[in-house]
């Protein structure tokens, strides 16, 4: 059974950082992708940016320029920088995996952006 653990979440001011961790419990580089989502309240789930087994990375406009998702391989973790947080960037961030035709999802992590 794949498992993806996140960790990183907190309560952080306008304009700081965060980098949110996603470990794995099995090889990042059989994944189809891994990605972060989000979830506001009120809102749907939405992507914020993904790493294709290839490396190359995908992202939300909302997010381009500030956010950076990268990998740890031998870790088998994969990561999101955030940068020049803002408001509207508050919600609950999942990792996601496409693992052989399945998706499988983190538990979350809780990212606040408030003064």
């Known amino acids: 059974q794949v498992q993806l653990v996140e960790s990183g979440g907190d309560l952080v001011q306008p304009g700081g950082s965060l980098r949110l961790s996603c470990e794995s419990s099995?090889?990042?580089?059989?994944?189809?992708?891994m990605g972060w989502y989000r979830q506001a309240p009120g809102h749907q789930r939405e992507l914020v940016a993904r790493?294709?087994?290839?490396?190359?990375?995908d992202y939300a406009d909302a997010v381009k320029g500030r956010f950076t998702i990268s990998r740890y391989i031998t870790k088998n973790t994969v990561y999101l920088q955030m940068n020049s947080l803002k408001p509207e960037d508050t919600a609950v961030y999942y990792c996601?995996?496409?693992?052989?035709?399945?998706?499988?999802w983190g538990q979350g992590t809780q990212v606040t952006v408030s003064s």
């Open positions: 099995e090889n990042i580089v059989s994944f189809y992708t």
């Open positions: 996601n995996g496409q693992f052989f035709g399945k998706d499988y």
């Open positions: 790493i294709m087994n290839d490396g190359s990375p």
